[in-house]
């Protein structure tokens, strides 16, 4: 999960592994194999993927492996001219740029990856054959890619995702220090015609960082002389661009000492037309049993779930979901309802089981 992995990098500290091995071949030395996850060795069942872009098949290969497509780095560099850049002080890879900046941590345990300072804990990249692949799930999640994959051929057709247009860039809320550093990140959208459903997007947004900000300012400044550092950071994902509809997630993350810190996530959807925040049932309207659905559902799997707490009675607000490509993902915060180590809990569910035949969530938006 993301919490669980945040604090891993945290006490663990990064290992090495060179540039040109992850992403062009080479040798392993002996420390870097060592420091290499057993998963990323053992090679078993897993077969070639011909890699094409816009329908051209291009002189990069991924793999197919664990019952999902792996794209090089390389290719993401050189077919796709994503920019590649690597911070040896770091240990940390940097991948695009803007939005979909995405970064890829090595440490001894494994190749964690963030987008936008948003930890991603389901997800991993990989040491194959001495180079360095990622999922192509993370590309059409959060990157802005479509593929078209044929099991029977082998072959990955990557095209990019036809989005709405509007351009999201990233901002930052920084306070430097050696013993409390604060560094925020969170997105504002431009290219809106509608100005001021634009403004009320950028200023929804911005006000929960900012409070956020001005609650961490208030403990660093509780802070005891002789504690621990304390530690403020926060990113954000685009989980749905599209239909007139932009989805984002954000997390904060804060270390005040103790065992782990905390992260508290929020998630807003919003339509482009007007900016108004959108609700669950503003998606599922063409139900009119949505939420009961919905409860009696999310009842039997967070039940489930392991660490349940129990206290669960059905949804106390419809803010905490996002969307995917088909999906509407609703989220619980931590220690809701389950224990710390479970992370935050999230439920898939697909608009074909939500909504009546023929009906479409974004009939209204675009």
């Known amino acids: 999960m993301n919490i669980i992995l945040k604090e891993q990098l945290r006490k663990w500290g990064t290992g090495v592994l060179a540039a040109s091995l992850l992403l062009g071949g080479g040798v392993l030395s002996a420390e870097a194999a060592q420091a290499a996850p057993a998963a990323a060795q053992a090679q078993a069942a897993q077969s070639s993927v011909v890699l094409k872009w816009n329908g051209s098949v291009t002189q990069q290969t991924g793999i197919y492996s664990g019952g999902k497509v792996w794209v090089p780095v390389s290719f993401l560099r050189d077919t796709l001219k994503m920019p590649v850049t690597y911070d040896k002080a770091e240990k940390t890879y940097s991948i695009g740029k803007g939005n979909t900046l995405t970064k890829l941590m090595v440490s001894d345990y494994s190749t964690a990856i963030s987008v936008n300072n948003y930890f991603l804990g389901d997800y991993e990249a990989k040491n194959i054959n001495n180079r360095l692949y990622i999922p192509f799930d993370l590309m059409t999640d959060y990157l802005g890619y479509q593929g078209d994959w044929s099991a029977s051929t082998g072959r990955l057709n990557v095209m990019k995702q036809k989005q709405n247009a509007i351009t999201i860039s990233t901002e930052s ?22 100005a001021d459903a634009q403004k009320k997007i950028n200023d929804m947004i911005k006000q929960q960082v900012l409070s956020y900000a001005a609650d961490a300012e208030k403990q660093i400044a509780n802070r005891p002389e002789d504690d621990r550092p304390y530690e403020f950071q926060g990113g ?49 309207k063409a139900n009119p049993n949505y939420k009961k659905e919905l409860n009696a559902q999310l009842s039997k799997r967070i039940k489930a779930e392991g660490g349940y707490l129990g206290g669960f009675t059905g949804l106390n607000t419809e803010k905490y979901f996002y969307l995917k490509e088909g999906k509407l993902v609703v989220f619980f915060q931590l220690y809701e309802y389950t224990a710390y180590a479970s992370g935050f809990p999230q439920f898939d569910f697909t608009f074909k089981e939500l909504l009546p035949d023929g009906t479409s969530p974004f009939a209204a938006f675009k």
């Open 236 to 284: 954000y994902v685009v989980t749905y661009n599209k239909d007139g509809v932009l989805s984002l997630v954000t997390e904060q993350y804060g270390y005040t000492g103790g065992a782990h810190g905390m992260t508290y996530r929020n998630a807003f959807t919003f339509s482009l037309k007007d900016g108004k925040r959108l609700l669950i049932g503003d998606l599922l």
């Open 173 to 194: 809320f920084v306070k430097e220090s050696e013993v409390a550093p604060i560094k925020l990140d969170y997105p504002q959208v431009s290219g809106l015609v509608n």
